[in-house]
C-alpha cells in the first residue's frame, strides 16, 4: 500500500507539472493515495459569470482535475468518458474550495468516481461523478 | 418571434458584458435566438492537462457558457440544476471549437437543453446536457 | 424530528399502497426516515434481459422507487427531472437487493439524492443520484 | 450495409427471444438497423406509481432495451456503464411510447447512445442517454 501511495503521488507530480490550465485555475495538492486525491484552489474575480456568480465551468473543471488525479495514479493513463455535476450551492469570489475524489469502482477497463466541493464554510458546493476509460498505457 | 429573438439578443449581450470567464476561455457570440445559443472560441495552450490534451474543463466550460445563453435569454433567470457531459474525441490546441445549444423543453420552472461541441473539421468532440431551474428573476 | 419520521412512515405507507409497480417489483419497505429510505427485493426470473443477467430497468426501478419514497416523505408532492444510474456490477436472479436512498440536498425547489443499491454478499452493483422538483402539493 | 443491417435484425432477434423484461414490458419491435433500434409499447395500469402516473423505472427500462438493441447489434457484446434519463411529461396507463435509439459515437471500446421517448400525440416524454463498454465477445 505505501509503495502504491508512493506511486500514486510521482504520477500525479508528473501530471500537474504539465497541467497548465490546473495551474491557471491556481489549484494545489492537499493529499495524493492510490485511487484517491485531494485538491484546493480559491476561486479569483475572472472566474466569475454572467450573472455575478462564479461561473459552473470552475466548479467543473476542479473536479475534473481531482478526478483525474485519482483514476490515473495507479499509472494506468484513464480518459473520461462521461461525468456529470450537481450545483448545489452558488460559489463566490475569494471561496476556498477543496475537491475530494474517491473511488466507487476500480475496474480492469473502467472506473467509477465520485468527487465532492466543499466551501471555506465546509459547505458542498458541488457533487461530480466520473467514469474513466482505462487505456493500459502508462503516464511516467 | 422576432420581438423574442431581439430580447434574447439583449439578455445575452449584457451576460457576455459581465461573463469575466467566458472572456478569458475567448468565447465570441455566433447567433442567438430564443432558447437558442451558438458560439466560437479557439483553444490556447495554457488550457492543456497534465496529459498534453485539452481539459476536460475547458470543453464543459465552454457548454455551460452556451447553456446559460440558451436558457436565461427570456430574460427569466435560470441556474443550472444538474448537467453531464460525454467526452467523444480529445480536443487539441488551436482547435476552434462551435458549440450550439438547442432547448429540449421550456417547463415553467424548469428547463432541459442539449449542447454539442463541434471542432473545425466538424466532428462531434463532446455532448452536453443541462437541466436548469428558472428563478423568474429577470437579468435586464 | 421524531413528529417528522412518523409523518414520513406514513407518507410513505400512502405512496406504498398504490404503488403497483413497486409491488410487481416486490419491494420491501425496511426503514423510512424523514429524507431517507431503505427497501429491499428478491430478484426473479422474469427480471432478465436477452444477456441472461438481470435488466438495467430493474436496478433502475428499485433505486426509482427508493428515490420517491426519500424526496417525497416530507409530504411535498415532488417529481423525478434528472436522474442517472451507474452499473457497476451484474445482477443475477435470486439476488437480495438493498437499496439506500440518502438526501445530499433539500432545497425549497428542489432536492438531490444519491441511492446506492447492493447485493447479499454487500457489493454495491450500482449508483443512481436523482435529482427532484417539489411542487409544494401535498400527498397525504 | 445491408448485410450489416440483416446481421443487427439477427442480433436483436435473439436478444428479444431471451429478454423476459421486455416481454413482461409488451415490447414489439419496429425497426432494427445498424446502431438503431425503434420500439413500441402500451402502458398497462400494473405499471404505475405510487403517485398515480407510470413509474420512472418503466419509462427507462424501454429505453434501456432500445439502448441494448441499438448498441449490441453489431455482434459485439456491450454493456452499460453510465446511463440518465431526464423525465419530461408525466406517462400515463394507456399510452402508447414509442423508443429510438441513435449512436451518437461508435468506438472500439466505448459507444454513446440517446434515447428518445415519444408519447401518442408525438410529445417527448423522456430523454435518455447511455455509455456503453465493448466487451468484444459475440452475441450469436
Redesign the interface.
Known amino acids: 500500500m505505501d509503495e502504491q501511495n508512493e506511486l500514486a503521488k510521482k504520477v500525479v507530480e508528473?501530471?500537474?507539472?504539465?497541467?497548465?490550465?490546473?495551474?491557471?485555475?491556481g489549484i494545489q495538492i492537499l493529499e495524493i493515495k492510490e485511487g484517491y486525491s485531494k485538491i484546493k484552489m480559491k476561486v479569483r474575480?475572472?472566474?466569475?459569470?454572467?450573472?455575478?456568480i462564479v461561473?459552473?465551468?470552475?466548479a467543473?473543471?476542479?473536479a475534473?482535475?481531482a478526478f483525474?488525479f485519482a483514476c490515473?495514479n495507479r499509472n494506468n493513463?484513464s480518459?473520461?468518458?462521461?461525468?456529470?455535476?450537481?450545483?448545489?450551492k452558488?460559489v463566490h469570489v475569494d471561496d476556498e474550495l477543496v475537491a475530494e475524489a474517491k473511488e466507487?469502482?476500480n475496474g480492469k477497463?473502467?472506473g467509477?468516481y465520485q468527487i465532492s466541493i466543499t466551501n471555506q464554510r465546509n459547505h458542498?458546493v458541488a457533487?461530480f461523478?466520473g467514469?474513466c476509460?482505462r487505456t493500459n498505457k502508462t503516464?511516467l
Chains 1, 2, 3, 4 share one sequence.
Open positions: 508528473k501530471m500537474m507539472q504539465d497541467d497548465l490550465f490546473s495551474h491557471w485555475l474575480k475572472e472566474m466569475i459569470n454572467g450573472l455575478g461561473h459552473g465551468g470552475i467543473f473543471s476542479m475534473d482535475s483525474a490515473n493513463l480518459v473520461a468518458l462521461d461525468t456529470s455535476i450537481n450545483f448545489i452558488p466507487i469502482h477497463s473502467t467509477l458542498t457533487l461523478k467514469t476509460f503516464l
